[in-house]
């Protein structure tokens, strides 16, 4: 059996419990599992925060948390490295005909450096967050959505509020030319007008969704079993 057939079988795995269920016996790790659940809380609260981040480089406050839980997940063996169970194999494959796809198209072109500024920032993106939000539990994840949408919704109340009492000339010097742009656009901490209404819409999905659960789960009196 080969490597990639070991780690990703086609047997599909049970959905982890939450991160500390199998380790209450050692106080450390413990402990240790609710630092790793505080940051992956922050990264979610603060993912939608592009500005957030030193000066122009591509790297916010959310980054740096996930990093945090990646690095305490991977010191304690126990990313998981089958996100999509079985369909985890074909999901690398794809990363990688992807990857393998803009190198080429970059080498053609000369820009090697560019494509491993992109390779790492897909790589991160679709192949060790995956990885990364599998290794915890389902409640926990519950949690991460309800923390997206607090820091969506922090978001906007900080940009309306600005909006109505400063304009671009007072924002752009500290907050960046997007955070109310010259036409008098919200961009908040996204950083992009547009980005902003993407997060704000699924913002509201989210909390349709949430707002529908108990409501099903609760059951109604025509409900049959």
């Known amino acids: 059996m080969g490597i990639v057939e070991k780690q990703f079988g086609s047997i599909p795995r049970a959905p982890r419990g939450e991160a500390w269920n199998d380790t209450r016996s050692s106080g450390t790790t413990f402990s240790l599992d609710k630092v790793l659940t505080l940051f992956l809380l922050i990264g979610v609260f603060s993912v939608s925060w592009h500005i957030a981040r030193p000066g122009n480089i591509n790297f916010t406050i959310s980054d740096a948390a996930f990093v945090v839980v990646l690095l305490g ?14 369909l985890s194999a074909a999901w ?57 949408v607090l820091g969506v919704t922090f978001s906007q109340a900080v940009g309306n509020i600005a909006n109505i009492f400063f304009d671009y000339t007072d924002t752009a010097p500290y907050l960046g030319n997007n955070f109310i742009t010259g036409m008098g656009r919200l961009g908040a901490f996204s950083g992009n007008a547009n980005n902003n209404s993407d997060n704000a819409d699924t913002r509201n999905i989210h909390m349709c969704k949430q707002a529908s659960e108990p409501q099903k789960k609760g059951g109604g009196g025509r409900r049959r079993e």
Do not use: D
């Open 73 to 86: 997940l991977i010191g304690t063996s126990r990313l998981n490295l089958a996100p999509f169970a079985g």
């Open 92 to 148: 690398l494959f794809s990363l990688i005909l992807m990857l393998g796809a803009l190198f080429v198209s970059t080498l053609v072109n000369g820009e090697i450096t560019r494509w491993l500024i992109v390779a790492l920032q897909y790589s991160f993106a679709y192949l060790l967050l995956p990885m990364m939000l599998a290794s915890f539990g389902h409640k926990t994840l519950q949690r991460c959505v309800v923390f997206y």
